[in-house]
């Protein structure tokens, strides 16, 4: 069946480093891809989504890239802030209707 | 637009007893979704409806649970004897089925704790 692998976290960064956490698929056909955030004590939120091969989703700083011949959605930003600590979830939709989320990936960000 | 709303927050109730959580979707939105998440795990699909319609169930659903959207507005779910297993975040989400995008919008969730 479908599923989603993240990288393990915690991930620690100090503030203004470069981020990455990866994010890899597995599917049939052509699923949609989104990554979801969920900053403490707060619901999931979308951050941002691609739904065909080499679309780029971004927001707020952030992008990834929907790259279907290595079967990656990885996320990056290229600073990050203390604000943007919390939890990021890598997720797929195919032809159903729910979503097939990973483990979640925690950030934590020092200045 | 207010969000998605779930009731209550926070269930603690004691193994055996029923439990019955609610959710508010965004006003418009025709498609509804139950999801639980366990610690340290992403959320896991449970249910799907569109309008009022239960068109998805996954076999996570055991019979112990039901789901229901009367006229196609809020949801319920309901546990009958709760074990400890069941002890997680129950999550809903909503979106409306546009062409463009089918985004869905999740609310706070129940935390519920079995004794």
């Known amino acids: 069946g479908d599923s989603v692998t993240q990288m393990e976290g915690p991930v620690t960064l100090s503030e203004e480093a470069f981020l990455t956490i990866n994010c890899t698929y597995t599917a049939t056909g052509y699923p949609s891809l989104f990554w979801y955030v969920q900053y403490p004590g707060e619901g999931l939120q979308l951050l941002l989504k691609a739904t065909k091969a080499d679309d780029k989703g971004s927001n707020k700083g952030f992008e990834a890239t929907y790259r279907k011949e290595t079967t990656s959605f990885h996320l990056e930003k290229g600073s990050v802030q203390v604000s943007d600590s919390a939890v990021y979830f890598c997720?797929?939709?195919?032809?159903?209707?729910?979503?097939?989320f990973g483990k979640g990936t925690s950030l934590l960000v020092t200045p | 637009d207010t969000g998605v709303s779930q009731d209550p927050r926070h269930k603690i109730t004691k193994r055996g007893q029923n439990v019955t959580f609610r959710c508010d979707p965004i006003s418009e939105h025709n498609r509804l979704y139950w999801y639980r998440q366990t610690l340290g795990q992403g959320p896991e699909f449970l249910t799907y409806?569109?309008?009022?319609?239960?068109?998805?169930k996954s076999r996570l659903l055991s019979d112990r649970f039901s789901a229901e959207r009367p006229k196609g507005s809020f949801s319920t779910l309901e546990i009958q004897r709760t074990e400890q297993g069941d002890s997680a975040m129950y999550l809903c989400?909503?979106?409306?089925?546009?062409?463009?995008?089918?985004?869905?919008?999740f609310g706070p969730g129940t935390r519920l704790t079995v004794l």
């Open positions: 997720a797929l939709r195919n032809s159903g209707y729910a979503l097939n």
């Open positions: 409806f569109q309008n009022e319609a239960q068109l998805e």
């Open positions: 989400a909503s979106s409306i089925n546009l062409a463009s995008t089918d985004t869905q919008y």
